[in-house]
């Protein structure tokens, strides 16, 4: 009960015109992020958390976790509308969403995501609130054996689920990704590793850079590799519905899709894109009429959004309780909580008391925008979807560049963000998911 006391009082204090107002717009940026193929949540947070790094802490995260919600939600539109996930969390619902477009109920499949995922984010937060302070009581008690053991799963969490082609290749990016955590200084001896000589690598790689790196620049370079010519599918089903009774007309799926969710959600880099394809398949395998998967059934377009949303409460959770994030967007917020002198892991309960009930309550206002954003802005959407790759993208550079550069105000985290890039594109072309090989965070602790 404390936890959704604490949840509460939380709430309260956001009640403030400035922040709901950042929080909304926020949201309605991460939906237009998301629903863009192309973008995506991840890239949207790397983006902003350089951008809003003078923010105060509270609207910067105000805005971040606006931005995740919005974008998990957003990748749905673009996956019904024109059968291309806008994230990779919605390819799972293009299978069923692209289907019923095509019988003319595209805004009845937007509806009935948008209202799933309302409902599978609500669930996520209240496992937040409820299973997060009481595990950094557990983690007090991890030494170096049980982070040597979690940083060893999370590794081999990289090869069994996470990789697309053979496990050997996600093995290989976990490692990459510890490799790249050592660059820099040591913390406990004092020593400068792997630096060849640079005196900038002497203070490691950036995680904000290093995030924009592997995630956007790549993502740059392959839409100007591959022909955009899209046809929207226009909005049809005008009949007047309540998406909320369907979805809750389904509630065996919205339960297991949502203990799903939050169970591989929590999981080391795993994220919302598994979360959705378990779900989806579970759903299928569970399901009454199996047969009427792949013809545009409620329960397909169900099951993945409340699991993908539902992942980002469970993906929270470890990153603010042991400073291991469960997704790609949790870990570039963890960057930037500590690019905001915020040190998640087990003493975050110590430190700031009230702060895992704060990011709770955003998600939970971002839930109450997502509701109103998404009755608002799904129409435009198929509009903003017409946008040519050939405008979007070069917009996206130019952000990169500037998100890179304004954390450290220093012209090498460029350079890093446009290396990393490159190597994250060669990756991508051998079908290395840029999820294992994450760099590090500065924090140090890889050090423990």
């Not at 984010?121 to 609130?129: E, N, P, S």
Request: aromatic letters at 8%.
């Amino acid at each position: 009960m404390y936890g959704i006391l604490g949840l509460f009082q939380e709430f309260v204090k956001l009640i403030d015109l400035g922040v709901i107002a950042v929080l909304f717009g926020a949201t309605a940026v991460g939906v237009i992020i998301g629903a863009l193929p192309g973008l995506s949540a991840t890239m949207g947070i790397a983006l902003l958390t350089g951008l809003t790094y003078k923010f105060p802490v509270v609207y910067t995260f105000a805005i971040l976790m606006g931005v995740y919600v919005g974008a998990i939600y957003g990748g749905s539109i673009s996956a019904i509308l024109l059968n291309i996930p806008g994230t990779a969390s919605a390819a799972a619902t293009a299978l069923e969403g692209y289907n019923m477009a095509k019988a003319g109920k595209a805004e009845l499949a937007i509806k009935v995501t948008r209202a799933a995922s309302i409902i599978g984010t609500f669930i996520g937060v209240l496992a937040l609130a409820m299973l997060a302070p009481p595990l950094t009581k557990v983690a007090l008690m991890f030494t170096s054996p049980e982070y040597f053991m979690l940083a060893l799963f999370g590794v081999l969490i990289c090869g069994s689920i996470v990789s697309n082609d053979i496990p050997l290749k996600g093995w290989i990016g976990g490692m990459l990704g510890l490799l790249a955590a050592c660059i820099g200084m040591d913390k406990l001896m004092g020593a400068s590793r792997f630096d060849f000589g640079i005196t900038d690598l002497m203070s490691g790689i950036s995680m904000v850079p290093a995030m924009i790196g592997f995630y956007a620049i790549p993502e740059v370079i392959k839409a100007f590799c591959k022909d955009d010519t899209v046809e929207v599918q226009e909005l049809g089903s005008h009949e007047r519905v309540n998406s909320f009774k369907i979805a809750f007309g389904h509630m065996r799926v919205i339960i297991q899709s949502a203990l799903l969710g939050v169970g591989i959600g929590a999981l080391p880099g795993v994220g919302e894109d598994v979360a959705a394809w378990v779900s989806y398949d579970t759903a299928r395998k569970t399901s009454k009429h199996p047969e009427q998967f792949g013809t545009g059934c409620f329960e397909g377009i169900i099951a993945p959004e409340v699991a993908n949303n539902s992942a980002i409460g469970g993906a929270t959770i470890p990153m603010l309780t042991l400073a291991v994030p469960g997704s790609p967007p949790a870990a570039v917020l963890l960057g930037a909580l500590m690019a905001h002198n915020i040190q998640p892991g087990p003493m975050i309960m110590r430190d700031n008391p009230t702060f895992i009930y704060h990011i709770a309550a955003l998600i939970l206002f971002a839930v109450a925008a997502l509701w109103i954003v998404g009755m608002i802005i799904a129409k435009p959407m198929t509009k903003i979807l017409k946008v040519p790759t050939v405008y979007l993208m070069p917009i996206v550079a130019v952000l990169s560049v500037v998100g890179a550069y304004a954390l450290n105000i220093k012209f090498f985290d460029i350079t890093i963000a446009l290396v990393l890039g490159v190597i994250g594109y060669i990756l991508d072309k051998m079908n290395y998911s840029p999820a294992p090989h994450r760099p590090g965070t500065d924090s140090g602790e890889h050090d423990r």
